[in-house]
């Protein structure tokens, strides 16, 4: 059954079109997965331990699908309930839809902040901070 691509609605065989599609993930997504819940013992998102039917995840601050990258800034563990209640969708100041973050935080990138939510003495200048 075809659904339409997340992007541009074309109908999809799953949730992106062929135009739309994002790389698989590889080798260095299971170095970051492993580096990142090696020291974790709790969810960025609740704070609570994983357990058998809820493990801990590698999650993204901003979404792959956004331009998320494996940064460290950018993964954190999270268990699994919290990284799949927030989806790919973004919300105001591109952070990611149910994220903990606010669309001030400095860890998402200053290009993707509108005038209403740049921080005091912050300046944008194509995308960068100055």
């Known amino acids: 059954m ?13 949730s992106r079109c062929a135009k739309h599609a994002l790389p698989p993930r590889g080798a260095a997504h299971r170095r970051a997965r492993k580096q990142v ?8 998102e609740c704070g609570q ?21 494996l940064e460290p800034s950018n993964t954190q563990a999270e268990c699994k309930r919290c990284n799949l209640s927030k989806g790919v969708g ?9 994220s ?13 902040r509108t005038p209403t939510n ?3 003495g912050e300046i944008e200048l194509r ?3 100055s």
Not at 37 to 44: D, I, K, Q
């Open 90 to 98: 973004m919300g105001a100041g591109g952070v990611a839809a149910g």
């Open 2 to 14: 075809l659904r339409p691509c997340l992007i541009c609605g074309t109908p999809a065989k799953g």
């Open 118 to 120: 740049v921080r005091p």
């Open 49 to 69: 331990p994983p357990t058998p039917d809820n493990p801990l995840t590698l999650g993204h601050v901003v979404a792959r699908a956004h331009g998320g990258g």
């Open 37 to 44: 819940l090696a020291g974790a013992t709790v969810c960025a």
């Open 100 to 112: 903990h973050l606010g669309p001030s935080d400095p860890r998402i990138p200053v290009a993707t």
């Open 127 to 129: 995308g960068e901070l």
